[in-house]
């Protein structure tokens, strides 16, 4: 009989997870996946069981990365609930197992480490694509998306005014309030989003938030809602207009409603702009497109399991 897996908790999870130790391995694996070379990264596409009953869903989401031979899977759940629910939107769980063995040594919130793992891609993107003296940066959402965001961006970036705006003004301010810097808080997606350089969209919209008449030529945005192929975050005139990045081009063409009912062309994975195969746009309207990438999680799990380890 195999050792029984060991429970890392979420307060765990947030306390070991650094997004300087993060950053360099996304990066790393995001480019051996650009590579395309199954014997160093296995993904496959996320496997979504609906529930049309609850109005959500669980996606499955493994994956094997040979080079550091992590092997994990993460659980995801996705529930568009009333604006009362004091229930969150996800909840995720990751298995992390011993490759060598076939047994399950960790299992650990996999819920923080989607919020961390999220917002650091969105920063990778924002590295390499956003404009050369990005001032202002916008934030439309203010849920646990928001506030990873929030915190990687300042943690990397000197932004001189940032700007959250929410479909309920209440919620933008109960953000604004439970942060450490200023924070302005926008009536209306137009007054948060005109002038920006660098727009994150963490909503659960399943409709055009973002228009692109109001995004100024050369904006960066990180798109990181609407994970389904029928669900929309940004409208066809930005879509179009912009040069379009994304994590996975077959988990974008799958999943991603901006990019199929768009019909916008994706012009590389960021994964080739860390490779040096394709270039950086910095001077264009910029989108990426992230929908989440299983060996995100797996990198961010061993990391975490390593952390928990090494302070026993
Ligand atoms: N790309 C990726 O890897 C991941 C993407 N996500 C996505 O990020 C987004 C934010 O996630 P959370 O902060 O956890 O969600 P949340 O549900 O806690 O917050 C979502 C925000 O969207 C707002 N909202 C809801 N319906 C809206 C609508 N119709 N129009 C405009 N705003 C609306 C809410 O008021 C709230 O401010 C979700 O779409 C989620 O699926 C989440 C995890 C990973
Ligand atoms: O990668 C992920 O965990 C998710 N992407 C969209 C919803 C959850």
């Not at 394709?278 to 990426?288: L, N």
Request: hydrophobic share 45%; charged share 25%.
């Amino acid at each position: 009989m195999s050792e029984l897996p060991v429970l890392i908790s979420r307060d765990d999870v947030v306390r070991l997870l650094k997004n300087s130790d993060l950053i360099p391995r996304l990066e790393k694996v995001m480019g051996m996946f650009s590579k395309r070379n199954n014997a160093e990264v296995i993904q496959p596409l996320r496997t979504i069981i609906p529930l049309h009953k609850y109005n959500g869903f669980v996606g499955m989401m493994p994956a094997y990365v040979a080079h550091e031979d992590i092997l994990a899977t993460k659980m995801v759940s996705l529930y568009r609930r009333g604006n009362d629910s004091v229930l969150p939107a996800h909840q995720a769980t990751v298995l992390l197992f011993d490759p060598e063995r076939g047994n399950v040594t960790a299992v650990m919130d996999g819920t923080a480490i989607t919020e961390k793992r999220t917002a650091a891609v969105s920063a990778i993107s924002a590295k390499l694509l956003m404009p050369a003296r990005a001032e202002v940066l916008c934030i439309l959402g203010s849920g646990p998306q928001a506030v990873s965001h929030y915190e990687v961006f300042t943690e990397m970036f000197s932004f001189k005014e940032i700007r959250v705006w929410s479909r309920r003004r209440e919620r933008a301010e109960q953000f604004a309030s439970a942060l450490q810097g200023p924070v302005t808080v926008c009536s209306s997606v137009k007054d948060a989003v005109v002038g920006a350089d660098v727009i994150i969209t963490v909503t659960l919209a399943t409709e055009p938030v973002l228009l692109g008449e109001w995004v100024k030529p050369g904006a960066h945005v990180a798109a990181v809602g609407a994970c389904r192929p029928n669900w929309r975050e940004l409208d066809d005139a930005l879509m179009r207009e912009a040069v379009v990045y994304v994590d996975s081009r077959e988990g974008a063409a799958a999943e991603s409603g901006d990019i199929i009912l768009s019909g916008a062309s994706v012009f590389a994975e960021l994964g080739e702009v860390i490779n040096g195969t394709k270039p950086a746009e910095r001077e264009k309207t910029t989108v990426f497109k992230s929908l989440g990438m299983g060996i995100q999680d797996a990198v961010s799990a061993k990391l975490v399991f390593d952390q928990w380890k090494s302070q026993l």
